[in-house]
């Protein structure tokens, strides 16, 4: 684990892949794997990344709680206003569970964003993975070589 790993571990960390159509996922960490990629950027396009998702995609569509996240609403009093307000701008939303994981699909957009739509200096750090968002409830990502 990379030093830069090591302080984020336990910690939501925010970052962002795209699927195999280049629709946007927006991925919370706690103590799961982040990809190399984004723990290598320079934290000052990781700051306009994440300033950019959060004050120009505007948070007009509507969401989706999977199955899974509503399951776990009606175990406890928490919420996922973040991850729908996420979902609400366009991105796939998924969580890692815990500390074993995997990452978990939580919310879903109506009108997903794709990498295009973003600024072509902030499209270096966001992850691609080969498969549909759409159709993937759960990701393992232990034996990747591009996660830490």
């Known amino acids: 684990m990379s030093p830069s790993r090591k302080k984020l571990y336990g910690k939501n960390f925010l970052w962002f892949a795209?699927?195999?159509?280049?629709?946007l996922g927006?991925?919370?960490?706690?103590?799961?794997?982040?990809?190399?990629?984004?723990?290598?950027?320079?934290?000052?396009?990781y700051l306009d990344l994440k300033?950019?998702?959060?004050?120009?995609?505007?948070?007009?569509?509507?969401?989706?709680?999977?199955?899974?996240?509503?399951?776990?609403?009606?175990?406890?009093?928490?919420?996922?206003?973040?991850?729908?307000?996420?979902?609400?701008?366009?991105?796939?939303?998924?969580?890692?569970?815990?500390?074993?994981?995997?990452?978990?699909?939580i919310a879903v957009p109506q009108t997903p964003k794709i990498l295009n739509?973003?600024?072509a200096n902030l499209r270096g750090m966001i992850f691609k993975f080969d498969f549909l968002f759409e159709n993937t409830n759960s990701i393992e990502l232990f034996d990747s070589d591009d996660f830490e």
Do not use: W
């Open 18 to 23: 795209t699927d195999s159509q280049h629709r």
């Open 26 to 45: 927006f991925f919370l960490s706690g103590y799961g794997p982040i990809p190399k990629v984004a723990l290598n950027a320079k934290e000052n396009d």
């Open 51 to 105: 300033k950019f998702l959060e004050e120009v995609f505007i948070a007009d569509g509507k969401s989706t709680l999977s199955k899974y996240a509503r399951k776990e609403l009606a175990k406890s009093q928490g919420s996922y206003e973040l991850h729908k307000n996420f979902a609400k701008k366009g991105c796939y939303v998924y969580e890692y569970e815990d500390y074993k994981g995997p990452y978990r699909l």
């Open 117 to 119: 739509d973003m600024p």
